[in-house]
Each structure stands twice: as structure tokens, then as C-alpha cells.
């Protein structure tokens, strides 16, 4: 079991679950007004990242693989972009 | 040993090429399940956008600690799900087996918080069709709620799909239908639904449970 | 090049590889899985077709000449799913595609060779429930399936038609993942991306939209089914939700899906007019590039579909301003088809008639395009029969005449039989003809203010509304000439030789119809495409 077990994947481990505490604890401690929804996913996203770059590899992968990944985002900021640009200006 | 070697398949020059057609048809099936749940994020947030306060109102009726927990069982799964790649890659059977089968009862445990939480939302009238009334009667609060229900909803049959083909794998690993290491990248592959899954909740949670709750 | 088609004569052809109804419905062979998909689409389009008749009789009096109102509404509903969703998305794709990829770069099969086969099958399986949904009484919702009637009032099939649909997507998505991976790894040595057939560039782009755009269709459909079943409300403005929401999400997913149409028969008419004018491509990396840029600027325009629906004025701007900017990659590729054109060595044969057809019509339904991208232009046509002819122009004159030509064009490569010409070019003819006179007089009629989807109209319209059935009628004809004159060549057809055409290449290298694995060896390219000029090897009839 020991040689499975890399230090690195504890710390990333201990990364997200860090990330999921503080992200809880801000959302019931914290009162942030406006800026508390971007707080709130730009944690998210870090979580996410986090778990994109170790643990789905995307550190290793091939150039190809990252922009498939990337393609992913981009056009979901699209849908959220330009969809919500209707009801933020109506 | 013939039975670790990578079954070559027909359209297949090599074993590489193989691995790495392999690995982008996951990164573009991930990609497609990506959008899908796009749509339902973006149905969320114009919920959020447009009845801010009915919005609200339904956040406070969610316990942020049961998703919470949910989210840290979700997490330490991907980790047992990282280690089984592991020892997958360096041909530890009996612990790659292990692994998948903690990830699988690590998702399994999701599923029954999941299942404990409905049945409390249950009882406080929340469900949409059955038991008590709405208790909220601001504009957007049950709208929301509906879209709880089917955000999670779906993301469980997506766990679910996930928690039986890891229980599949293990038990193929364990009986040396996908050797390891020689087919180490069929583990892989699951790892990576498995984290994409995991991905899926660690921003359904902020944006059901932690946006814009109140005191 | 022929020494390898030599070779190649050595394994029996996909065609012999079996004779059993098992070894064609449980292959896995992209050959034969695009012939099953060639069978099912050609039966939708007749059935599309069928429902599209019943809506042009209907309309040669003002008052309805054989149906209800209910009847109407959902003979137009069941043309617009079949044609759609069951015709135009898998069409080109899935047939020639699937055909053919493989094919030009050189490999063996597609990536996934049992995925492609299940593409077809969930394709069937949905269509049954679509089937089932016409058959026991029809849906009356439009193609679109717009909330809040689809979700709340529409009392015919809505499930039915809407589980049919969403699991067709799952077909399309198979596809497109098939494509991009088999694209991405399995060309031959030497096959550079800027060598590749600008066909396989479309099909990429084609691929990206299929696997991007189809999921936000299923979440969409999925929730139309939550709110028709459980009344969640999301649609639904009494519980708070916005109907706008659902075009959002609809159009994100069915403006690309035009693009699913029309950027393959793009990538056909590439192929037809350098192999007839025997040229290369004018401005190769530019045809390459803007399939990619109307791939991705496609996602970013579907608001131009909800100018008059209440969204907000801003929006409707920016989606205008993004309309007219997908025009510039679709520009790109008409003036380099016609500099190909430019001192080449043109032969008018069927397949090179059907792609002077798809130029002149795909130039007339984008131009009207730019008409609808205009804000004030737009409110004066929306709903009305203007953009009836626009989107026909574009999805029925340009993708279904790059369908006809690619099957002219690779019949002799798929069958190993030669079309009768003559009928070939009589057809491609009566199709333009006919194509015209049915969908031009809609234009003046939307103009003048006719509104689609209504099974009367005031007399004042009579005139053009005749013009447009007679038209629809002789199309009828033109579509069924090709079917009888292709299946008589099956039989009795002129036997083709591996290069007919003398076309540029790696389909024309190997022997028609090729050998189960494509190539006896794996090609190395070492070339690059439309290197014309290239020998023709038999069976054409105008090539000395």
C-alpha cells in the first residue's frame, strides 16, 4: 500500500478539502455583499482546477488533451457570456 | 505473459496510437457531458439572476452541512480513485482492487446522504408533486428548489453509473480480465469519469447550497 | 497508384465480405454502417418529404385544401423533426462521412468501429419513438418545440417526439467524438493536417459542433420533459420561470446544428468542383480555417432568433453585430470555389451541376441571411414565409444538393457502378428548377407579409402559393429520379474503376468498391491534396 501512496496526492487532497472549508466557512460566516458569488465560484474553480491539473493529469497530458479542456470552457463562458448578457441588460 | 499484453484493435497501427485515441475519445466524451451540465448550471444561475430573493430563501432551506459532507466523501474518493491509477500503473492488483472498491463505497455513501437529504426535504414540503405544500410563497424559491432536484437528480444517476462501472472494473481487475499493468489505461479511463463526476458536485454544491445564503 | 489498387483487387470488396442480413447489421465496418445509414435517412427523407407534400397541397387554396388547422400544424411539425433531425443532421455525416473519412486519410476504419455501429442503432432507436409519436396521433409543437405550449398546453405526443430526439443527439454526439478521434490519430504517415481534403477539415468542424452543441439540446429537451411531466416550473412564468430560457438554451444548440448542415456539403462541393474544374483548391489554408471559424462563430449568434421574443435590446444588438461576422469564413469559401473555378478545365457533369446548384442557392439563402441579421429588417419578416425561404435556401437548396452530388460524385466509389449520366444531368436540373420555383415565390410572399405555420391565407396570396406547390411537386419528381436511376445502376450500371473521375485523392487509389480494410497497406502520403492533374481510370464517360 505504501508505494502507492505519493505525498503529492495528499497535498493536493489536503488542497481541495482546504478549499472546500473555506469556501463553507465564507458563505456562513461571512458577509461579502456582491462580491460573495464571485468568492464563492472562484473557489469552486480553484477546487476544480486543482483537481483538473493533478488528479485527471491534465500536468502530463499531451497539448492536445489540454486544449480539449480548455475548448470545454471556453465555449461554456460562451452559453454563460452571451446568454446572460440578456437578462443583465434587460 | 500473453494475457498482460494491450489487445490491439482493428483500426489500430499501434499499441500508442491506441492509448492516446483512447484517452482523447475520454477527454471529448467528458467535454460533451461538460456542456450538458452547462446548460443546466446557466438554467441555474438565470434562476439565481432573475428571483434573487426567492433565490435565497430556497438556499436557507438546503443544509449546507449534509452537502458539505457530501462534497468531503466525494473529494476522498477521488483521492482512493487516484491511488487505484496508481497502483494500476505499477501492477498492484490486489490494491488497485482496493482502491476502486473505496472509491465505489465512498460514492455509494454519497448517494445514501443524497437519499437521507430528499427524504428530509421531504418532509419539510419541499419535493415538487408530493407530500407537504411549498413552504416559501416568494416568487423563484420553488423554481429553484425544482431545479435542485433535477441538478442533483441528475448528477446522481451520474455517480451512480459510475459507483456500478467501478465495482465491474474492480472485480475484472481482481480476476485478471484487465491485467494491470499491461491494461492499466481501462483504469484510467474510469478515474477519469469518476474525477469529472467528482467535478460536476464541487460546483453544484457552491451553487445550490453556499450562494447568497443568508444568516 | 494503381499497382496499389492491383493489390487491393487481392481481399473481396466490403461489399463481398459477407452476404447474410448478421454481417451487415452487426457490422462494424464504416462502409457498411454508412450504407445502413444511407438506407434509413433516404426512407426519413421521403417520409419528411410525404409530410412536406400535405403541407403544399394544403396550400393551394386560401381556405386549406385537405387538412384541419390540428391537421396542419402537425403535418409541418412532423416534416420539420423528420427532416431535421433524422435527415439533414445525419445526412451528410454519418453517410459520407463515415464512408469516406477513413478513406481520405488513409486509415482503416474509424476510431471506434462498435461506437459507429451503435451511433446507427441509437439513431433507429429513436426514430422508433418519434414514429411512435406520429403514428399514434402526431405532435402539433413546430420543430422547435417552443415553451410554454410544448411544456403546458400542446395536448398531442410531446414526450414521445422529445425522448425520440434526445436520443438521437446521443447518436450524433457518438459520431462527432468518432470523428475528431480518428481525425486527430489514426491519418496515415504523411497525411500533415495541410494535406487533408478539405472534406475531412468540414467534418471536424462539423464534429466540434456535434459534440459541443448537442448536450445543451439534451439538457433542454430533459427539462422540457421535468415541466411537461412534474410541472417544474422553469419555462413556466406563473412559478417564476422564463420562457426565453428554453429558446436560449434551444437556439445554442440548433443555430450550430445548421452548421451541422451546411459545413459538410461545404467540405462536398470543395471535393466536386477542384475534381471538375480539375484544379487545386483556390486559398487551401483559408477553406480550411474558416470551416473552423464558422464552426466556432456559429456558437455566438443564436440570439438572432429571438430578436422579437422580448429579449433584452442590447443583446439583440450584439448577437446582429456577431450575425454579419460569420458571413465573412462563409464568403471566404464562395469566392474560392469560384477562383477555383478560374481557368480550369470545368466538365458539367452531374455531381460538378449539383455544386454549381449548391453555390448559386447557398449564396442566395446567405444573402437573405444578412437580410434577417439586420434588427429592423428582421421585425418586419419574423415568422413569415421570408424566412421560410431563407432557411429552405440554405438547409434544403445548399445541404441537399451537397448530398446529391456527394452521391453522384462517390457512387461509382461506394457501388462500383456507374450512374446513367444523362438522367444524372436531367435531374440535377428539374432539382434546381423545381428547388426555385417552390421556395423563390415564398420569399415575395414573406415580404408582403404572409405568416408561416398558418394552414389559410387571404386570397391575394393564391397566385404565389400555387407557384410554390407546383414547384414542390416537380421537386417531388426530381427527388425520385435519382432513386430509381440509382438502384436500376446497382444492377445494370456501367462498371467503374477505381479513379473514374481522375479526382485527387486516397478514395480514388484504392479499388471501387474498396476492400473491407480500405488499403491493402497503409498509404504514405507524400503529397498534397488536389495535386491535379491525375489520370482518370475508367468508367467516366468525358474524360479522353
Known sequence: MAKVIRTGDLIVFAVLIG????????????????????????????????????FLELRSATLLIRLVAAAGFFWLAVLFGLGLNDWLTR | MAETQLVLHEPFRDRAQQREADALGMWVFLGTEAMMFGGLFFALIVIRVIHPQGAQEATDKLDMW????????????????????TA???????????????????????????????????????????????????????????????????????????????????GAV????????????????????WHFVDMIWIFLYPVLYLMDRGG | MTSIAAEAAAEPSYLKAGYTLRSWLLTTDHKRIAVLYMISVTAFFFLGGAAAAAVRINLITPEGA????????????????????????????????????????????????RLNLASWYILMFGASFTMYALVAGGVDTGWTFYTPYSSMFSNSHVIAAIIGVFISGFSSIATGLNFIVTIHKLRAPGMTWFRLPIFVWTHYATSLILVLATPVLAISLILIAAERLLGIGVFDPALGGDPLLFQHLFWFYSHPAVYIMILPAMGVVTELVTAFSRRRIFGYSFVAFSSLAIATLGFMVWGHHMFVSGQ???????????????????AIKVYNWTATLYKGQIALDTPML???????????????????????????????YFVVAHFHYIMVGATVMGYLGALHYWWPKITG??????????????????????????????????????????????????????GASILAVAYLFPFFYLLWSLRYGKIAGPNPWGAAGLEWTTSSPPPKHNFPEIPVVTAEAYAYPVAADGGATHHG
Open chain 3, 417 to 470: 457502378r456507374m450512374y446513367p449520366e444523362w438522367w444524372g444531368r436531367i435531374s440535377a436540373a428539374f432539382v434546381f428548377f423545381g428547388f426555385n420555383l417552390t421556395f423563390f415565390p415564398q420569399f415575395i410572399l414573406g415580404y408582403l407579409g404572409m405568416p408561416r405555420r398558418y394552414f389559410t391565407y387571404p386570397p391575394e396570396f393564391q397566385v404565389l402559393n400555387v407557384m410554390s406547390s407546383a
Open chain 2, 66 to 85: 449534509l452537502g458539505g459532507l457530501n462534497s468531503a466523501l466525494l473529494l476522498t474518493s477521488s483521492l482512493t480513485t487516484t491511488l487505484a491509477v
Open chain 2, 174 to 193: 481482481w480476476l485478471r480480465r484487465v491485467p494491470v499493468p499491461g491494461r492499466s489505461i481501462v483504469v484510467e479511463m474510469a478515474g477519469r469519469y
Open chain 1, 19 to 54: 478549499l472546500l472549508a473555506l469556501n463553507m466557512a465564507q458563505a456562513r460566516w461571512l458577509d461579502l455583499g456582491v462580491v460573495s458569488r464571485v468568492v464563492t465560484i472562484a473557489l469552486a474553480a480553484g477546487q476544480a482546477l486543482v483537481l483538473l491539473w493533478y
Open chain 3, 312 to 330: 433584452s435590446m442590447y443583446a439583440g444588438m450584439v448577437f446582429s453585430i456577431l450575425s454579419f461576422l460569420i458571413a465573412v469564413p462563409s
Open chain 2, 88 to 170: 494500476a500503473r505499477k501492477g498492484a492488483r490486489s490494491i488497485t482492487t482496493g482502491c476502486l472498491l473505496a472509491s465505489a463505497a465512498l460514492g455509494m455513501a454519497f448517494l445514501c446522504v443524497k437519499g437521507y437529504e430528499y427524504y428530509v426535504d421531504y418532509g419539510k414540503g419541499l419535493m415538487p408533486g408530493v407530500g407537504k405544500p411549498f413552504p416559501i410563497e416568494t416568487t423563484g424559491a420553488e423554481l429553484f428548489i425544482n431545479g435542485y432536484f433535477v441538478s442533483t437528480g441528475l448528477h446522481a444517476i451520474h455517480l451512480f453509473i459510475g459507483v456500478c462501472l467501478v465495482v465491474g472494473l474492480a
Open chain 3, 66 to 113: 385537405i387538412l384541419t388547422a390540428d391537421g396542419y400544424n402537425k403535418a409541418f411539425t412532423i416534416h420539420g423533426v423528420i427532416m431535421v433531425w433524422f435527415f439533414l443532421i445525419p445526412s451528410i455525416p454519418a453517410t459520407f462521412g463515415n464512408f469516406l473519412i477513413p478513406l481520405m486519410i488513409g486509415a482503416r476504419d474509424l476510431a471506434f468501429p
Open chain 3, 354 to 384: 449539383y455544386a454549381m446548384g449548391f453555390i448559386g442557392l447557398f449564396v442566395v439563402g446567405g444573402i437573405t441571411g444578412l437580410f434577417v441579421a439586420s434588427l429592423a429588417v428582421d421585425v418586419h419578416v419574423t415568422d413569415t
